[in-house]
Nanobody, 127 residues
Framework: QVQLVESGGGLVQAGGSLRLSCAAS????????MSWFRQAPGKEREIVAA????????YYADSVKGRFTISRDNAKNTVWLQMNSLKPEDTAVYYC????????????????????WGQGTQVTVSS
C-alpha cells in the first residue's frame, strides 16, 4: 500500500515556473513506477511524465517536452515535476500516481494502469 501526497501547486504567470512534489509513504518506493498526470476541466486525465523505478527511463507528453522534468529520489520516497515556461494550457489539477512494476526500466502511460493516486494539486497559469 502506498499513500501519495502532492504539494507545490499554485497560481503563476505564463512563462513562470513551479515545482511539484509527491511524497510517498511505505518502505518499497523503489518498486513503483511513478508518474504525473493532469486533468483540466471538461477533459480526460492525461499523462504528463513518467519515470522508471531505476530512474534511467523517463517519458514526457509531447506538449511538455523540453519544458517539464520529472525526477525521483528513492531514498527520500519523493518524485518531483519541475515545470518551466508554463503556458495557460498547462492549467489543470496535477496528480501523482504509482504502480508496482517488475520491470526496473519500464513505465506505464495509461491512467487505468496505475493503482495509487494522490489527492491532486491545482496549477493555474494566467496569461
Amino acid at each position: 500500500q502506498v499513500q501519495l501526497v502532492e504539494s507545490g501547486g499554485g497560481l503563476v504567470q505564463a512563462g513562470g515556473s513551479l515545482r511539484l512534489s509527491c511524497a510517498a509513504s511505505g518502505r518499497t518506493f523503489s518498486s513503483y513506477t511513478m508518474s504525473w498526470f493532469r486533468q483540466a476541466p471538461g477533459k480526460e486525465r492525461e499523462i504528463v511524465a513518467a519515470i522508471s523505478r531505476n530512474i534511467i527511463t523517463t517519458y514526457y507528453a509531447d506538449s511538455v517536452k523540453g519544458r517539464f522534468t520529472i525526477s525521483r529520489d528513492n531514498a527520500k520516497n519523493t518524485v518531483w515535476l519541475q515545470m518551466n515556461s508554463l503556458k495557460p494550457e498547462d492549467t489543470a489539477v496535477y496528480y501523482c500516481a504509482a504502480v508496482r512494476t517488475w520491470s526496473s526500466s519500464g513505465y506505464r502511460r495509461e491512467p487505468n494502469e496505475y493503482d495509487y493516486w494522490g489527492q491532486g494539486t491545482q496549477v493555474t497559469v494566467s496569461s
